[in-house]
Every structure is written in C-alpha cells, then in structure tokens.
C-alpha cells in the first residue's frame, strides 16, 4: 500500500524566521522564495524549502498567504476542575514537524499534574513528556509549543514541561488511532 501526501507550493512574500528540522536552528527565508508545505496541522507549518524542512509558526502564516490556525475555544468561567481536559485537548494541537500526529497520540506525554499555585484561582502545571529520538533537535521547539499554549489557558499560573527519557519512547506507545494513521 502506497501512501501519498499533498504537497502544496507556495510563495515566501516577506522574510520570516523559521526553525530547520530536525536541528531546531532558526534561519531566515527571505521573500520571493518557493516552498512546499508538507504539513498544516496543529499551529504551525513544516515547508520544503531547497531540501531542507523547515518549521514556519502559524502566528507568521501571512508570510506564505494563508490564514493563521484556529485557537481552541476555551469558556470564559472556567472552572479548576474543567482545566484538565482542556490541557489534554490543547496539547492535542502540539505536534512534532517530521510526523503527522499530535504528541499525546504519539505517546509522547507522559504525565500531566496540577501544583498549588500562589494565586488561589490558578494551578502550576507540571508535565513530563518525551521525544521519538533523545537526540531529536526539535525536543526544545516541542516544548517552548507546549509551555506557550498551556499557558495561554486560563486558571493556567506557571508550567514546567520536563523532557525525560525514562522510559524510551518506541511506538507501542502511540495510539491505535496514531498507528493507524501512519500505516503502522
């Protein structure tokens, strides 16, 4: 069975920072150069540019004419106890640039615990998640995603995202649903 993904081209129209894969090291791509998206999905974009993959933020998506993604509709009073589901949904936008799958279906997250806050209404956040690969350069750009959307939730105070590597990750640890996704 052949898998084939679409590939969409597209014009750089302003110079923008992008992140390479798998290194993680940020460079610039300056405007009027092609590329080719090879992944849409989460907040961010991974583009084919002259071989190398690159990760583009959603926030910078104009830079290759298309819209930024949509942001998870979180309630105004939200309630403490209703916050656990919504981190789970949010890290469910968070995925590894070189695979199409989010990091909880992936396996990638480990734990995910509350801690008193010093503000009563707020929770500290504590998750411990791994990568495919310990050497995986993109583990840092991973993580800074997670930080930032966690954050960005209300009830949210702080939040430590430990990478660990016990145990290694191997892919009996995706979901079926993962699995399935990539012909696994």
């Known amino acids: 069975m052949m898998h084939r993904r679409h590939r969409e081209d597209v ?3 302003r110079n923008v920072m992008v992140e390479t ?3 993680g ?8 150069m092609l590329a080719q998206i090879t992944q849409a999905l989460g907040s961010s974009f991974t583009l084919l540019v002259e071989g190398q993959l690159m990760r583009l933020k959603g926030a910078d998506a104009d830079a290759i004419g298309k819209q930024p993604p949509e ?18 949904e949010t890290l469910r936008t968070c995925y590894d640039p070189e695979i199409p799958v989010n990091i909880v279906d992936l396996g990638l997250v480990y734990r995910l ?14 998750i411990d998640m791994t990568l495919t690969a310990p050497g995986c350069g993109m583990g840092e750009a991973i993580a800074n995603e ?3 959307k966690v954050l960005a939730l209300p009830r949210v105070g702080d939040i430590t995202v430990n990478l660990v590597f016990d145990p290694q990750w191997d892919r009996s640890m ?6 399935l996704a990539l012909g696994l």
């Open 11 to 13: 014009l750089v129209r």
């Open 21 to 23: 894969i798998p290194s």
């Open 25 to 32: 090291h940020p460079v610039e791509l300056e405007a009027g």
């Open 71 to 88: 942001a998870i509709a979180v309630p105004e009073d939200l309630h403490i106890d209703d916050l656990e589901p919504l981190i789970w």
């Open 113 to 126: 615990d509350f801690e008193p806050h010093d503000e009563p209404d707020k929770v500290r956040v504590v």
């Open 146 to 148: 997670v930080c930032d």
């Open 174 to 179: 995706m979901s079926e649903e993962a699995q």
